[in-house]
């Protein structure tokens, strides 16, 4: 099928910066929007930010002007820069690829597909 892989995460203080990758891997054919998402402790999953095919961009209110999204469709990877971290920034953050054409066998498949997470920890 497919899989997601994140790199990137880690410990870094307030103000700091951190880049977070995501790779997918599989027989893909397309990807219809790649994004990050990102659960703190106690709270439910939230969109960060997304990217289309076309390279449209969304982004949560809370991280407008401090995170940038970026995808490269020809190596069906996703980046999120991270900027001007905040505390509450800290989370474990998901790599999806949504609408994801997959082949098996020849037959195509259309499926929603995650990573397994990386923590990022904004402390002083």
């Known amino acids: 099928q497919v899989q997601l892989m994140e790199s990137g995460g880690g410990l870094v203080q307030p103000g700091g910066s951190l880049r977070l990758s995501c790779i997918a891997s599989?027989?893909?054919?397309?990807?219809?929007?790649m994004g990050w998402y990102r659960q703190a402790p106690g709270k439910q999953r939230e969109l960060v930010a997304t990217?289309?095919?076309?390279?449209?961009?969304n982004y949560v209110d809370s991280v407008k002007g401090r995170f940038t999204i970026a995808r490269d469709n020809a190596k069906n990877t996703v980046s999120l820069q991270m900027n001007s971290l905040k505390p509450e920034d800290t989370a474990v953050y998901y790599c999806?690829?949504?609408?994801?054409?997959?082949?098996?066998?020849?037959?195509?498949?259309?499926?929603?597909?995650w990573g397994q997470g990386t923590q990022v920890t904004v402390s002083s």
């Open positions: 599989g027989s893909i054919f397309s990807i219809n929007a």
């Open positions: 999806n690829a949504g609408g994801t054409t997959y082949y098996i066998r020849s037959h195509s498949y259309t499926g929603d597909f």
């Open positions: 990217v289309a095919s076309g390279g449209g961009t």
